[in-house]
Nanobody
Framework: QVRVVESGGGLEQPGGSLRLSCAAS????????MAWYRQAPGKQRELVAG???????NTAESVKGRFTISRDNAKNTAYLQMNSLKPEDTAVYYC???????????????WGQGTQVTVSS
């Protein structure tokens, strides 16, 4: 089984910064993709940014230039550095780990429980 835990959310003023962390643990051999999604009240969940084990990444246009995704493969951990925060960034942020190869030989996809980010003065 794989456990995914997000941390680092909270309340921040517009223009401020937050750094989210996503740690995956369990019987993991490797993870192909780690990604951040967000869901604001009344809206659909949307992709914010993703990063592969090889270092390739993609970022949503709405956060490009402000948010940066990175990962530490050895720690099975991904980070989302969020700068120049705006009120419209307010959402629950979820981490998704995709194409997880486990010691059992099986592959899987897992989500974390989410961490709240609120941007308000």
């Amino acid at each position: 089984q794989v456990r995914v835990v997000e941390s680092g959310g909270g309340l921040e003023q517009p223009g401020g910064s937050l750094r989210l962390s996503c740690a995956a643990s369990g019987n993991i051999i490797s993870i192909v993709t780690m990604a951040w999604y967000r869901q604001a009240p009344g809206k659909q969940r949307e992709l914010v940014a993703g990063v592969t084990s090889g270092g390739g990444s993609n970022t949503a246009e709405s956060v490009k230039g402000r948010f940066t995704i990175s990962r530490d493969n050895a720690k099975n951990t991904a980070y989302l550095q969020m700068n120049s925060l705006k009120p419209e960034d307010t959402a629950v942020y979820y981490c998704k780990v995709d194409r997880v190869r486990m010691t059992s030989g099986l592959w899987g996809t897992y989500w974390g429980q989410g961490t709240q980010v609120t941007v308000s003065s």
